[in-house]
């Protein structure tokens, strides 16, 4: 079996909550050649029994790393790690994606190589999952703004030879690991907004 182009890291921390939903919307998704690497780092809930369950149910398409309460910085590296994907995409537990995700920004990506990471817009939600906002996330260089929030968290796509070059997360961050990395991804690779 060949590798998948895509690779969805999603890190859980007691999310047991959110999990099953954000596991389905990677599951749903309309693209055909991808892989759902899942890091439970240390959760004391149900999160370990929702991981292998989704594991067991689908093992072909999932993989699951098990650490100790090491931080966000070092579970998305250990699933960047483990993952087999050309393309990495986040998924934090409590997040989930519309179905045609990986196929847009994939697309993206396959018709611009000159271009490292891609981003989309997003929708911020309530409870009963109705939409609260729509943000439109502005272009690298259009807004200073932009400075002041990275759009990693929000399904960002980009190439893992990118993350390679730049030594992954700075494990040694306990907050802002995705800002940290934004910073240094756009000072030397090129990026792009979608809506």
């Known amino acids: 079996m060949s590798s998948p182009k895509i690779s969805v890291i999603?890190?859980?921390?007691?999310?047991?909550?959110?999990?099953?939903?954000?596991?389905?919307?990677?599951?749903?998704?309309?693209?055909?050649?991808?892989?759902?690497?899942?890091?439970?780092?240390?959760?004391?809930?149900d999160t370990p029994e929702i991981i292998r369950e989704y594991s067991y149910e689908q093992p072909d398409l999932f993989t699951s790393v098990r650490l100790s309460g090491e931080g966000l910085p070092a579970a998305a590296n250990a699933g960047i790690e483990a993952a087999e994907g050309e393309y990495i995409i986040r998924l934090d537990a409590d997040d989930?994606?519309?179905?045609?995700?990986?196929?847009?920004?994939?697309?993206?990506?396959?018709?611009?190589?000159?271009?490292?990471?891609?981003?989309?817009?997003?929708?911020?939600?309530?409870?009963d999952e109705e939409i609260l906002n729509h943000v439109r996330l502005p272009k690298v260089g259009q807004e200073v703004k932009l400075l002041n929030r990275s759009p990693l968290a929000a399904g960002a796509m980009y190439r893992k030879s990118a993350w390679e070059q730049l030594g992954g997360y700075k494990e040694s961050l306990s907050y802002q690991e995705d800002y940290d990395f934004w910073i240094r991804f756009i000072n030397k690779f090129d990026v792009h907004n979608i809506n």
Do not use: C, M, R, W
């Open 96 to 127: 989930y994606f519309d179905e045609n995700i990986l196929t847009v920004l994939g697309s993206y990506l396959d018709s611009n190589p000159d271009i490292e990471l891609v981003y989309p817009d997003y929708y911020t939600i309530n409870d």
């Open 10 to 45: 999603v890190t859980a921390h007691n999310y047991a909550e959110y999990l099953e939903k954000s596991l389905d919307s990677a599951i749903e998704q309309t693209h055909d050649s991808y892989e759902i690497v899942v890091v439970d780092d240390g959760s004391t809930d």
